[in-house]
C-alpha cells in the first residue's frame, strides 16, 4: 500500500506542477504578446487560444494537488459546530458522496473523450488540434480526485485543512 500511496502522491504532484507551469506559460505568453504588439504591431496570433485551453487544463490539473494539500476552498462552519464524533460522520459522509460523484465524473468524462477521440473531433482555432487531447484532463483529475475522496475516507489523508476563522 505504501507504494501505491507514493506512485499516487507523486501523480498528483506531478500533476499540480505540471498545471502551475501552465499557469506560468499563460503569465509569460501574455506578456511576451503585449510586448510583441506594441514593438512590432504584431502579437501572437495563437496567445489568447492558448491561455483558454492552458487555463482549464490547469485547472483540471491542479484541483487533485490542492485537495492532497488541504488547500481547497472548505466550507465547514456548520460542521465545526457540531460535536466531534458527528462531525467526523459528517466528514465520511461528505467524502463518499464526493467519491461517488468523481467516479461517475470519471466515467462520462472518459466516456465523452473516447467519443470525441473516435469522431476525430477538432478544435478550430488558430492552432488546430484534436479535441480529445484537451478533455483528457478531465477523466484523469475526476479519478484522482475519487481516489483522493477515498483516502480521506480510510483515514490515510487527515490533513490539516487551512482554515480561515
Not at 8 to 23: D, H, Q
Amino acid at each position: 500500500m505504501r507504494v501505491v500511496t507514493k506512485l499516487y502522491t507523486f501523480v498528483v504532484n506531478g500533476a499540480g506542477w505540471f498545471g502551475a507551469l501552465l499557469l506560468f506559460l499563460i503569465a509569460f505568453a501574455t506578456v511576451a504578446d503585449v510586448i510583441l504588439r506594441n514593438v512590432t504591431g504584431r502579437g501572437l496570433r495563437w496567445q489568447i487560444d492558448f491561455a483558454e485551453y492552458a487555463l482549464f487544463i490547469s485547472t483540471f490539473l491542479m484541483a487533485p494537488w490542492i485537495m492532497s494539500l488541504g488547500a481547497h476552498v472548505r466550507v465547514d462552519f456548520l460542521v465545526r459546530t457540531l460535536p466531534e464524533r458527528i462531525s467526523r460522520h459528517l466528514d465520511n459522509f461528505a467524502n463518499v458522496v464526493g467519491a461517488a460523484l468523481c467516479a461517475l465524473l470519471t466515467w462520462y468524462a472518459l466516456s465523452e473523450t473516447l467519443d470525441s477521440m473516435s469522431r476525430g473531433t477538432l478544435v478550430l482555432k488558430s492552432v488546430v488540434f484534436p479535441e480529445w487531447w484537451a478533455m483528457v484532463v478531465m477523466p484523469f483529475s475526476f479519478a484522482l480526485l475519487c481516489v483522493e475522496f477515498i483516502l480521506r475516507f480510510a483515514g490515510y489523508r487527515r490533513v490539516h485543512e487551512n482554515v480561515s476563522v
